[in-house]
């Protein structure tokens, strides 16, 4: 079945460092991919999505490139914050095309970002 | 701006007792799902609805039931709650299409002894 492998950390940067959170996926069909992001206590917020080949997502910094040759999705920032302290998810569409029956997630990277 | 709510926010239970968690959406989205998240797992799709008057088994499903009571709510019962089922549990919700991202709601923590 699909599945989504991601660097579990934690991972521990400093303030303006770059930051890469690898992402790989093997999937049937061509899926959509999405980064999302949680803060302590709270439920998971979309970051970026992409939704085909060479498609790239971004959003308050991050970016991502969907990579089908190399099925990757990997999450990269040029200088992370402090506030960027959270555990992030890769995630691909259960189904591609029409329907929508969830989402399938990785165990989430935990990153820490000290001043 | 409430989004996807869902209660209670906090649960302990008995081993064998029972309870239904409640959700709600008020973006007038089609599909809804309830997932867990446990510890070094990620999150794992219970059920799903794709659309109203439908439900559809995930990847964990044993031990819970699920209720689409309209469009906008979504219940995930536990008949006899067991300790495995300890966990974080979220509702999300999505237009009916398989680009569309998922708008999650607070979780409730749920413990069973």
């Known amino acids: 079945g699909d599945s989504v492998t991601q660097m579990e950390g934690p991972v521990t940067l400093s303030e303006e460092a770059f930051l890469t959170i690898n992402c790989t996926y093997t999937?049937?069909?061509?899926?959509?991919l999405f980064w999302y992001v949680q803060y302590p206590g709270e439920g998971l917020q979309l970051l970026l999505k992409?939704?085909?080949?060479?498609d790239k997502g971004s959003n308050k910094g991050f970016e991502a490139t969907y990579r089908k040759e190399t099925t990757s999705f990997h999450l990269e920032k040029g200088s992370v914050q402090v506030s960027d302290s959270a555990v992030y998810f890769c995630a691909l569409s259960r189904r591609s095309g029409g329907g929508a029956d969830g989402l399938t997630f990785g165990k989430g990277t935990h990153l820490i970002i000290q001043p | 701006n409430a989004g996807v709510t869902q209660t209670p926010k906090f649960q302990v239970l008995k081993t064998g007792q029972s309870m239904t968690l409640q959700c709600a959406q008020d973006?007038?989205?089609?599909?809804m799902y309830w997932y867990r998240q446990d510890p070094g797992m990620g999150l794992r799709l219970i059920y799903y609805?794709?659309?109203?008057?439908?439900?559809d088994k995930g990847e964990v499903p044993n031990g819970y039931n699920v209720s689409r009571l309209n469009k906008r709510e979504f219940s995930l019962r536990l008949e006899s709650a067991a300790p495995s089922q300890t966990s974080v549990y979220f509702c999300?919700?999505?237009?009916?299409?398989?680009?569309?991202?998922?708008?999650f709601g607070n979780g409730t923590r749920l413990t069973v002894t």
């Open positions: 973006m007038n989205h089609n599909s």
């Open positions: 999937a049937t069909g061509y899926p959509s």
């Open positions: 609805s794709a659309s109203e008057g439908t439900t």
């Open positions: 992409a939704t085909k080949a060479d």
């Open positions: 999300a919700s999505s237009e009916a299409r398989g680009d569309s991202p998922l708008h």
